[in-house]
């Protein structure tokens, strides 16, 4: 079955990874159905019903943003704000739409790793910054699995390492 990917990228056509990430996932559209919400909402006016049937068509789902302000673009939070809405989400019997979908998250991160842990610079974790989307999926009876993340894009911004990523990306999704 495949695998819907929710791009939230507000600024892709400048992008280098999440851009690259699109390129390839587009290759194999008989695995992945690429859903770019700043091209499909440019107005940020989001079609409730029409993500939601979206979503109901699709047993795993992953969110592809870039990491920045430690948290996702503003579109992404919009979207859970308005998409899982009570009775079709949670909170009814006829609610949980969601419920046993594999969801994840796929971060581009500009920092690098050893940057986010207690002794780094940020101090925490990438696990513990995402953690409110954790708690959200589960909130909404999602299966939520540990997401994917490609560490200093600040850094390392080289056409060969953003390759790099490309086979560790596509990997991580099919074995979602």
């Known amino acids: 079955m495949k695998t819907l990917v929710i791009v939230i990228h507000p600024n892709i056509q400048d992008s280098t990874i999440n851009k690259r990430w699109i390129l390839e996932l587009n290759k194999y559209p008989d695995k992945f159905h690429v859903h770019q919400l700043h091209e499909i909402y440019p107005d940020e006016k989001i079609d409730i019903r029409a993500e ?8 795993k789902i992953v969110f592809q943003f870039p990491f920045y302000w430690f948290n996702c673009p503003p579109l992404f939070k919009k979207w859970l704000d ?13 609610g949980y739409k969601v ?4 969801i ?6 500009g920092i690098d790793e050893n940057q986010y842990n207690q002794y780094g ?3 925490y974790t990438l696990t513990q910054l995402t953690t409110p989307f954790e708690l959200t999926f589960e909130y909404i009876k999602a299966d939520y699995q540990p997401f994917f993340a490609y560490y200093g894009m600040e850094l390392n911004a080289s056409k060969e390492w953003i390759e790099k990523s490309v086979p560790k990306y596509i990997d991580f999704l099919k074995n979602l």
């Open 82 to 94: 308005e998409v899982l809405t009570y009775g079709w989400a949670y909170g009814s019997k006829s």
């Open 121 to 123: 610079k940020y101090k």
């Open 104 to 109: 994840s998250l796929a971060i581009s991160v």
């Open 99 to 102: 419920s046993d979908k594999k």
């Open 52 to 59: 939601q049937e979206l979503i109901e068509q699709y047993s």
